[in-house]
């Protein structure tokens, strides 16, 4: 098996009733668990109680190659179907990783018919510490030993059978780490219990717990042979003693750190990626931020090709005001007077430029912190960044769940697919802020950038930036791009848009569509480096943006001062301001739709 596909379910219960363990585990224990269990290259998927079919539907588990069981106070409450569902699926193969839950709990009754947990006669007893195999590397030190028999124990003390194999029983005083563990198999599937420490210790970010989690994964995930073997710990050595596997994300190129914490103690992570070419690309849950790209030239030479800060501090400190590299969300680019009407009802959102919205207001998705997860293939390594927009953020209406996947192909492509969905009608329009200088970045201006872009017409602005409504030709004018066109050819043309745009290019080109789901929208050559960028998208328009406002007033990456037309942005996305004109392609979304759109920026060399 190449890759195993880890279901993680949580109840989420405990973390919300219990202020202790909620501080411990501010977004729950399963992103905890997912966190600690990801270097081992897992392709990992999160579920909770609160979820429609507590977000075990068959296909989830019909996906699933090991599910990893959380649960402790709300057992009675997952419907039986579901447990059913669960049975079957194991019983199929699918391996079982069940964590803290107690004996008298719905999944043991189905599943096991018995714990692993010891029952002390006293509470004497009970403060001591009981093992089953002392030779066990992951019990050595916590304290006095005492051997028991399988049997014995369980003969004696409970009326429900012994596991398979009993792997280690502990109890000590001053907070548990290792508490119990055992092995069933049930069919074709091999289920794991293990009780570590209680809740209210960060157990979860122990890594001794997390090693014997993850590797119980991979034991699960194993065919096993038709007779179980009881009485002895054999079966199970490899989950207590086997050696810490190669991370996947290292097999695959992916380096994960931790890169500090928002001014809210919001911790960051730096997710650098690097396909089997040398091209790499830095992405940070802050904003779902690109913080770098590196490309090859024509001579082999790779290097970063986009404007940035070296620091999460700098992009927190400055507000990142040009929007370098940021996911732009609930609507990227702008919607005039921060207003608009949804079916009869007025919805007033964050101002920010002026009268106007723009990218999503104040605080829009670029200021906000994602979750993540890492994808590994043959072909491709990848991120996938998500994030619950709340109903009323920004004045936005509606609950949105958003994810967005950054994916480096070993052809040399930047793919970013989007997706979202929403409980209420809202508007959506997202798209990624990267500014390219195909020169290296900070390596002087992209006037010498030779454009092309298969548009024909574009939407005219008026002075504030806010399109007229109108949509008309680039002929005979300094925006069109349909040929091959150096861009400082005409950039200082005085044309009256021209001037709006702060004397440079900030327009939104309504792209030939043709009928295709995917098309070329734009090339970009540099002549000197030899780097060519082609731009694929799913979506009606782009939006040409020189970095018009840039003033050598920012210093980014390597000490570097961004100057005026340092970068260009092509951003793939609906029409600015699409909700207070009809006409325009909508952006509405609707319960029960899913949006969908796809760019890509492919790489190549010439």
């Not at 916590?142 to 009993?166: N, R």
């Amino acid at each position: 098996m190449e890759q195993i596909n880890v279901t993680i379910w949580n109840e989420f219960i405990q973390e919300r009733t219990e202020p202790k363990v909620a501080a411990i585990y501010p977004k729950g224990m399963h992103d905890a668990i997912a966190a600690g269990i990801g270097p081992y290259g897992f392709r990992i998927h999160i579920a909770t109680l609160e979820q429609p079919e507590h977000g075990l539907s068959q296909e989830v588990l019909n996906h699933t190659d090991v599910l990893i069981w959380w649960g402790h106070v709300a057992h009675e409450q997952v419907d039986d179907i579901i447990v059913d569902r669960i049975y079957t699926r194991v019983l199929q193969g699918m391996g079982l990783v069940v964590l803290h839950s107690g004996h008298r709990s719905k999944i043991f009754r189905k599943l096991m018919g018995t714990t692993c947990d010891l029952k002390w006669r006293s509470d004497a007893e009970r403060e001591r510490v009981w093992v089953v195999d002392p030779s066990h590397p992951i019990t050595e030190g916590l304290g006095e030993y005492f051997e028991l028999e399988t049997e014995e124990m369980y003969g004696e003390f409970f009326d429900i059978p012994a596991p398979d194999d009993l792997v280690f029983v502990s109890w000590f005083q001053g907070g548990e780490v290792f508490r119990s563990g055992c092995a069933y198999e049930r069919g074709l599937g091999k289920i794991f219990y293990f009780r570590p420490g209680d809740q209210e210790y960060p157990t979860y970010y122990n890594n001794q717990v997390l090693r014997v989690i993850a590797n119980a994964v991979r034991w699960t995930a194993t065919p096993h042979g038709a007779e179980p073997v009881y009485g002895n710990t054999a079966a199970l050595e490899p989950i207590i003693k086997g050696p810490l596997i190669k991370p996947k994300s290292v097999l695959c190129n992916l380096d994960k750190q931790y890169f500090g914490s928002t001014p809210g103690g919001q911790p960051v992570v730096l997710y650098t990626l690097t396909n089997k070419r040398g091209m790499q690309a830095a992405i940070m849950t802050y904003g779902g931020i690109m913080m770098t790209l590196k490309v090859p030239d024509r001579s082999g030479n790779i290097e970063d090709i986009i404007l940035g800060y070296s620091t999460l501090e700098e992009y927190v400190r400055t507000g990142n005001k040009p929007y370098f590299g940021a996911v732009l969300g609930r609507y990227a680019n702008r919607i005039a007077n921060g207003r608009f009407t949804l079916d009869g009802v007025t919805y007033q959102l964050s101002v920010n430029e002026g009268p106007n919205t723009l990218h999503g207001g104040i605080r829009g998705f670029d200021k906000r912190v994602w979750g993540a997860e890492e994808v590994c293939r043959d072909d491709s390594v990848g991120l996938v960044l998500s994030y619950r927009s709340k109903d009323g953020e920004e004045g936005f209406p509606g609950n949105v769940a958003v994810k967005i996947a950054y994916t480096l192909t070993n052809d040399n492509e930047l793919r970013i697919d989007y997706a979202a969905m929403t409980d209420r009608k809202t508007v959506l329009n997202l798209s990624q802020h990267n500014y390219y200088n195909l020169a290296g970045a900070g390596n002087g201006d992209i006037l010498g950038h030779i454009l092309t872009i298969h548009a024909d017409r574009y939407t005219p602005i008026k002075p504030d930036l806010i399109p007229t409504g109108q949509v008309q030709s680039v002929a005979g004018t300094p925006l069109d791009f349909r040929n091959p066109t150096l861009i400082g050819a005409r950039i200082h043309s005085g044309d009256p848009q021209m001037r709006y745009a702060a004397n440079g290019y900030d327009f939104n080109y309504v792209l030939n569509w043709g009928g295709h789901p995917m098309i070329l929208a734009a090339n970009v050559y540099e002549p000197k480096s030899g780097r060519m960028m082609e731009v694929y998208t799913t979506q009606p328009g782009i939006q040409l943006y020189t970095g018009n406002k840039l003033d050598s007033s920012i210093i980014g990456k390597e000490g570097k001062a961004y100057r005026q037309y340092g970068g260009l942005s092509l951003e793939t996305q609906h029409y600015p301001d699409s909700p207070n004109h009809p006409h325009f392609p909508s952006t509405e979304l609707n319960p029960g739709q899913i949006y969908r759109q796809t760019a890509i920026y492919k790489f190549t060399f010439i």
